[in-house]
Structures are given as structure tokens and as C-alpha cells.
């Protein structure tokens, strides 16, 4: 019983450090070169251009294990994190433009 209960507790341990999918890769805040930011909380996902907020939903996307997918107002996209980069891109496999690459906040 106490091996099971060892067993466990290193299973458990080993999950929660593979845990980081992309969607918790891309948490905190993001700007751009125009002064536009995102920010990413738990699965919510907000974005304020010019002092207007609008907001939508973000979670790991089940077919493609390195992007978030995102739903903003109607529409769908997806987040991909790279280091300190966030890409925003309609369709997985499509290269983005400057004014759709963040840069992570501190």
C-alpha cells in the first residue's frame, strides 16, 4: 500500500510539471508595436486597442498540441507562444505579420 501511495504521489508530481500547454504558456500581458494589448487570464482572453476592451475565451486546442485557440468576438483564431512572442494567426501552418506578434509585458 505505501509503494502504491509513493507511486502516486510521483505520478502526480511528474503531471503537474508537463502541464504547461500553450494556453498556460501565453498567461499575462502582451503588447504590440501600436500600443495594442492582450491579456490572457485562466481561459479569458481580452484585448484593449485604442482604450477599447473586448473580450473572448482562449484554451489549448486539441489537435494541434503547440497553439491556443481562440474565440474573439465570433470569430476563431489561434495563440502560438515562442519565448517572449505571442502570434496571433487565423489558420495552424500560416506565418504572421508584425502587427500580429506580441511582446510579453514585465
Known amino acids: 500500500m505505501k509503494k502504491i501511495l509513493i507511486l502516486l504521489s510521483i505520478l502526480l508530481v511528474i503531471g503537474t510539471a508537463c502541464s504547461s500547454g500553450p494556453t498556460k504558456q501565453a498567461q499575462g500581458k502582451w503588447q504590440n508595436d501600436h500600443g495594442e494589448t492582450i491579456t490572457i487570464k485562466g481561459e479569458k482572453f481580452k484585448v484593449n486597442i485604442k482604450g477599447t476592451t473586448a473580450e473572448g475565451s482562449i484554451k489549448d486546442d486539441e489537435n494541434h498540441k503547440d ?3 481562440i474565440n474573439f468576438v465570433g470569430e476563431n483564431g489561434y495563440a502560438k507562444v515562442n519565448g517572449d512572442t ?17 511582446k510579453k509585458v514585465k
Open 67 to 69: 497553439l491556443s485557440k
Open 86 to 102: 505571442l502570434s496571433i494567426i487565423e489558420e495552424p501552418g500560416e506565418t504572421q505579420d508584425k502587427g500580429e506578434q506580441f
